[in-house]
């Protein structure tokens, strides 16, 4: 397998798409060739950025979440009270 093939299909690889027979190759590559096992090393760092990024806007949206609890009960009796109603009826 030559570099430039490994390298339109080493997402699949990161992403676990490949067959089995191609995985050997792509592996067998990697071992041989620096270059390309340099850029798999790039690439699994760009995916742990990405992770970290999905991971941080999760948080996000806990905190979201939890102002928006915090709102409604700063919210009089009342209107708390309807807010549940609505949340019954939907
Ligand atoms: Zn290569």
Redesign the pocket.
């Known amino acids: 397998m030559?570099?430039e093939e490994?390298?339109e299909i080493i997402q699949l690889y990161l992403d676990s798409e490949l067959d089995s027979r191609s995985t050997l190759s792509v592996v067998r590559?990697?071992e041989?060739?620096?270059?390309?096992?340099r850029?798999l090393v790039g690439d699994l760092r760009q995916d742990a950025a990405l992770k970290e990024a999905a991971r941080s806007e999760a948080v996000d949206s806990y905190r979201l979440r939890r102002e928006i609890a915090r709102a409604i009960r700063r919210q009089p009796a009342r209107s708390r009270y309807r807010f549940l109603l609505l949340q019954v009826r939907r």
């Open positions: 030559s570099c490994v390298r590559h990697l041989r060739c620096s270059g390309c096992s850029l």
